[in-house]
C-alpha cells in the first residue's frame, strides 16, 4: 500500500521538487501540499524506500520560495502571489 502510494505521489511532483493536486500539467507546486507529502514521505520511510534526492528537491523548493521574513508564499500560476487583499 506504502509502494503504490509513493509511485502515485510522483504523478503529482513538479520537476522544481515541488507537488500539485494537479501535477505538472497544472497549476504551479503548491507550498502547503509539498511540506504535507515530505512529511508523509519522511513517515513512511522506515518502511518503504524514499529516494532521498527526490525529499531533499522538496526540500530546496522551501529554501528558494521562502522570503526573507523566513514565511512562505503560496506560488501561484506565473509566479505570482495572492494579493494581500485576500486575506
Not at 502510494?5 to 493536486?21: I, V
Not at 511540506?35 to 522506515?46: D, G, H, L, N
Amino acid at each position: 500500500v506504502y509502494i503504490t502510494g509513493y509511485q502515485r505521489e510522483m504523478k503529482y511532483r513538479h520537476p522544481d521538487g515541488s507537488y500539485s493536486a494537479f501535477g505538472p500539467g497544472g497549476e504551479d507546486g503548491s507550498i502547503w501540499l509539498t511540506a504535507f507529502v515530505v512529511k508523509c514521505f519522511a513517515q513512511a520511510s522506515p518502511f518503504i524506500y524514499v529516494d532521498p534526492e527526490l525529499q531533499q528537491e522538496s526540500t530546496d523548493f522551501f529554501i528558494d520560495n521562502q522570503n526573507d521574513d523566513g514565511c512562505f508564499p503560496q506560488v501561484c500560476k506565473h509566479g505570482e502571489y495572492f494579493p494581500d487583499s485576500l486575506f
